[in-house]
């Protein structure tokens, strides 16, 4: 099936040129005639891909959260079977944060993503069910009566570290800092000593 | 002074139709043909005020930071003198999260101004400064030894929060039981008495 192999890759490298525009400049500068001129086709053959911006922005959230998925589950494969929770919450939201030039490019494109769906509420549906699954998760690994809250607010200090990153405001060891200060709460200061296990 | 007063008024006649196309479009929408066509004035006349987008995009963060102290000044001053610092913290909070209409405007501007810096930082300096300043005056008023690691968290914990709240993620009603519990690990649930005292 030549034609198709065809089809995959050149959405595949309009893909990487939408996402190196966006990781630059910002989602919100990202046009056909941007996209087209980095990925060296003509205007027409991204809009035959994308045929209005909600569809480009919504396909660029889908990679970083492919993206984010590949990186979650190598992290925590490597903990080996059945880590505690606590360092099982510790590398995944690790995994998570822009820390490095990969990750802060995907940071980049899914905050601008909230901010484009800020105004447009109904790209984001699909985030909100991402929000849902991932509390439900992060509340069966935590302690206490109100678990569930404490996992909305772990997720929401990782989603305002992250931001926080990519503003310059906290380099990424006092991010892993504030992360650990949270677990302390969260699990008691007593787990602390898992930390040491994982890289900085 | 007939001539400044006309500037002034002039200056807050766009000011005003900048944050109206902002709250609805998104800031990165913000055009100087939009906001000219929005005031009903021409666009030499806008550019005559803002010379770039960056000068647009600080101008009116700095709108919704005068107006977001504007909020917390008032729902403190509400409180009376020394108020404890579990209710100033969570009053303080609650009047800068976008639980209104009003605040909600002022949020979306406010994250799409994140997203703007996020790929270009320089413009965030004074940012970064009033981040590390109200660091600074949130762990003056919390207890235990990490005080300044709590203060950033819990900071943080608000900006997502205001993140899920724009995105329809949470109620408001969530994000406050969400600020309550993580207060309760802050203070001690032995606090929460306060939480009644304010409206939800």
């Known amino acids: 099936m030549p034609r198709k192999v065809d089809h995959q890759e050149r959405r595949s490298l309009i893909a990487d040129a939408l996402m190196r525009v966006a990781a630059d400049r910002g989602l919100e500068a990202v046009s056909l005639r941007h996209v087209a001129a980095e990925a060296g086709v003509s205007a027409g053959m991204v809009q035959h891909y994308f045929r209005t911006k909600d569809e480009m922005m ?9 993206r984010n998925q590949v990186r979650v589950t190598a992290a925590v494969a490597r903990l080996g079977d059945d880590p505690p929770p606590r360092l099982l919450l510790r590398t995944m939201i690790a995994a998570l944060l822009p820390l490095d030039e990969q990750t802060r490019d995907d940071g980049r494109v899914a905050l601008a993503f909230l901010a484009y769906t800020a105004v447009r509420p109904a790209v984001a549906a699909s985030l909100r069910k991402d929000t849902a699954q991932l509390v439900g998760f992060l509340a069966g690994l935590l302690p206490g009566p109100n678990a569930a809250e404490a996992a909305a607010g772990l997720l929401a200090l990782m989603e305002g570290l992250g931001v926080y990153l990519l ?3 906290y380099t990424g060891e006092q991010a892993m800092n504030v992360l650990d200060a949270q677990l302390d709460l969260l699990f008691g200061p007593s787990t602390r000593a898992w930390d040491d296990a994982l890289p900085r």
């Open 58 to 66: 919504a396909f660029a959230l889908d990679v970083v959260r492919e």
């Open 167 to 169: 503003g310059g405001h």
